[in-house]
């Protein structure tokens, strides 16, 4: 290896050829992150050595990795860039606009120079070969053979890659280039243009680490990978494929034609993930591996994870890339179906439905696991797995526990698989999330579910996708029991059927009466799913206007039992209150238990506390509507709160929802609500709570509150 400082005359001088392997990734810079800058800087060297000539400034650009190779013909030198060739690409398509720029002004000395240097001479060029000297061979060659060898007076409009990235930055360093020299009538074009064509030959510096042939380029390119726009996991596992491949002397580019999938809008298009968008190419490499390893990998350590696999399983790459790209192909396949309104989905594209509706990814490496070519692993069998994971994972979204725990047990149940019979996989994935028995990553029992979601107010506690599936999970079942079709998966509108805007048309009479019909508006038995949305008038006007609004707009399951239940009667607290308990027993046999299964937990605790507010207090009579509580702030003496109707709290005139939230209204800032507000006897509403619990009189799993 040998490392120099040189600059693009030294570089590119001599009649060379410097290959973009057929693997690297695309042209990626972009206007505001890296040409601005370049040219600014550019840009502000000539003006430099234009104020001080004799003392030239320069300009360092950073490094490249170049690798000599052997030459397909000729006697030229052949290089393959390693790592650089997002900056040696701009550098060229910066010379050339410039260049063409000079040529059409008549500049024709400084624009031969820069040609000089992104052309070969003609008679170095064997017959049908690029005269170019920096060679893309992957999927940017047409647009950067286009825009380099067109004429200098060329139309971007007119070029058929006009707008590819590489197109697009030739024209912008042309635009800049020629907005900066001026006219060429000017008197001081002349002296720019010799200052800028000398700083693009001689006032730039890279430093180019060379390798011989034989010497490990990717130790180097994983090392310089912070440089420039970060690599993607993506990136990194390609170069290793590749770099691996001609290890083997197999044909890389007919590899990489055949067996590299990643290269499509599909796959180079984002993913959200929890907050951080991801690559699905790089999130994919992600789950396979977890699926092979039977080991959590951070997203930060994708890349180091297939390394290891790869050195530690020694499968030839020929032989493993062709099965990620079975994989690979079969994931987009589930992906795309369940993306689509309507067909059916098998239960591997049903779980890949869900998970996007819930916002997780947990059971895609599961997936591949149980899909993996190799196993054949009967479908009856994986189908059976899928029903018992997302039983776990969607009855603690029922519940609304976290989910940040729960990949490590994914790794953990495909791990203690990896060996299993066919015959005993089902038996082993449940038994062991039947024995999770902290509050992190347990499997919630039928009697948990069953009390929480009786008076829970779904509507506002779930978030609209999550909600629409669980109905149609619902819907889905009711017609498997008469061999319909799947529900279609466009969005349908959720319908309350009692309105939220209830107090006119559906008039209530005593204080309690307001309050018992109010409580139920958001649960889970007013709501169903309609083919299209209801006018709100519509919507919100009296039951018999509104059930034949219904029968018109109805082609469910869900919302025909309803009519079919009020056919006789209106709709109401007690039919509200028989449909919620009648969908969760649904919603139960949709994601079940094993037999006899109680999901209980060691740490109740952990579980129980954060699942109080001041409503189950008022239930329970252990706080009273009306009942005054006190600051125990220092900085707050005589502070007081009313407890309302629902668990709120009232201070000064003003109602919030929660002890934390009026505490803060005070202190603005902040602040433990439990802690803060206290009962007429001193003692701090966290004890209350604590004493309460202690008495069991709650099931262990509530709604959490602030």
């Keep these: 290896m040998e490392t120099r400082k040189r600059t693009p005359l030294e570089l590119f001088n001599l009649p060379q050829h410097f290959n973009i392997p057929l693997f690297q990734r695309p042209?990626?810079?972009?206007?505001?992150?890296?040409?601005?800058?370049?040219?600014?800087?550019?840009?502000?060297?000539?003006?430099?050595?234009?104020?001080?000539?004799?003392?030239?400034?320069?300009?360092?650009?950073?490094?490249?990795v170049l690798q000599a190779a052997e030459p397909a013909s000729g006697n030229m030198g052949v290089w393959n860039v390693v790592d650089g060739q997002q900056r040696l690409t701009t550098l060229q398509l910066l010379m050339d606009a410039t260049s063409a720029l000079l040529r059409d002004a008549g500049w024709d000395s400084p624009a031969q120079q820069l040609e000089g240097l992104t052309h070969n001479p003609s008679h170095y060029i064997a017959h049908g070969e690029s005269p170019l000297k920096v060679r893309h061979l992957n999927k940017d060659r047409a647009a950067f053979d286009e825009v380099m060898n067109a004429d200098p007076s060329l139309s971007y409009d007119e070029l058929v890659n006009h707008g590819s990235r590489i197109a697009r930055a030739h024209r912008y360093f042309r635009r800049v280039t020629e907005e900066w020299l001026g006219s060429p009538n000017d008197p001081a074009f002349a002296l720019r243009a010799d200052h800028l064509a000398e700083v693009l030959q001689g006032g730039l510096q890279l430093v180019s680490i060379d390798l011989t042939p034989d010497e490990d380029s990717q130790e180097i390119f994983e090392t310089l990978n912070a440089r420039g726009t970060p690599l993607t996991a993506a990136d990194l596992v390609r170069n290793f494929v590749f770099q691996r491949l001609e290890g083997e002397g197999a044909d890389s580019k007919s590899a990489y034609e055949r067996d590299w999938p990643f290269e499509t809008k599909f796959w180079e298009s984002s993913v959200s993930v929890g907050r951080q968008k991801v690559g699905r190419s790089s999130l994919f490499l992600n789950q396979w591996l977890i699926s092979r390893l039977g080991d959590e990998v951070s997203p930060h350590n994708t890349f180091s994870a297939f390394k290891r696999y790869v050195n530690n399983t020694g499968d030839s790459m020929k032989d493993l890339l062709p099965r990620i790209r079975r994989q690979a192909d079969m994931y987009e396949s589930w992906t795309e179906a369940a993306a689509k309104n309507d067909g059916h989905l098998s239960a591997v594209e049903m779980a890949v439905y869900r998970m996007r509706a819930s916002g997780v990814e947990l059971l895609k490496p599961l997936l591949l696991f149980l899909t993996d070519p190799l196993r054949n692993i009967p479908p009856a069998v994986a189908e059976e797995i899928i029903r018992s994971t997302e039983s776990w994972v969607y009855r603690r979204q029922l519940l609304r526990l976290s989910n940040s725990d729960l990949g490590r047990i994914v790794a953990e149940v495909i791990r203690s698989i990896q060996n299993t019979a066919d015959a005993d996989l089902v038996d082993r994935v449940t038994t062991h999330l039947t024995r999770l028995?902290?509050?992190?990553?347990?499997?919630?029992?039928?009697?948990?579910?069953?009390?929480?979601?009786?008076?829970?107010?779904?509507?506002?506690?779930?978030?609209?996708?999550?909600?629409?599936?669980?109905?149609?999970?619902?819907?889905?079942?009711?017609?498997?029991?008469?061999?319909?079709?799947?529900?279609?998966?466009?969005?349908?509108?959720?319908e309350h059927v009692l309105p939220q805007s209830w107090q006119e048309s559906w008039p209530a009479g005593t204080p309690e009466e307001v309050e018992a019909r109010s409580s139920r508006v958001h649960r889970l038995g007013n709501l169903t799913l309609l083919t299209q949305s209801l006018n709100s008038k519509v919507s919100n006007a009296a039951w018999d206007i509104k059930r034949k609004a219904l029968l018109q707009h109805n082609t469910l399951t869900l919302t025909g039992r309803i009519l079919s239940e009020t056919e006789n009667s209106g709709w109401d607290e007690t039919l509200i209150d028989r449909r919620t308990d009648e969908l969760i027993g649904t919603l139960l046999q949709v994601w079940p238990t094993p037999y006899g299964h109680q999901g209980t937990v060691v740490d109740p605790q952990a579980k129980s506390v954060e699942g109080i507010d001041l409503r189950h207090l008022i239930d329970a009579g252990v706080l009273s509507v009306g009942e005054t509580l006190h600051s125990t702030h220092r900085d707050f003496p005589g502070s007081t709160a009313t407890v309302l109707d629902g668990g709120k709290l009232e201070v000064q005139g003003k109602t919030y929802a929660s002890p934390s939230a009026a505490a803060k209204s005070l202190r603005k800032r902040a602040t433990n609500g439990w802690y803060f507000w206290a009962i007429r006897d001193g003692q701090r509403l966290m004890n209350v709570r604590a004493e309460f619990i202690a008495q069991r009189q709650l099931p262990p799993t509530l709604p959490i509150a602030e």
């Excluded at 509050?439 to 929480?452: C, I, L």
């Excluded at 599936?469 to 619902?474: F, K, Q, W």
């Design 437 to 494: 028995n902290v509050t992190s990553t347990y499997w919630p029992g039928d009697m948990e579910v069953r009390s929480a979601l009786a008076t829970e107010s779904v509507y506002r506690r779930y978030p609209r996708a999550r909600m629409r599936m669980i109905l149609e999970s619902a819907e889905n079942f009711y017609r498997s029991e008469t061999h319909q079709p799947q529900v279609e998966r466009n969005r349908l509108p959720i």
């Design 27 to 64: 042209y990626v810079w972009e206007e505001e992150e890296q040409w601005a800058p370049l040219w600014q800087d550019i840009r502000r060297t000539v003006e430099n050595r234009m104020r001080t000539p004799f003392k030239p400034v320069s300009h360092f650009l950073g490094a490249v």
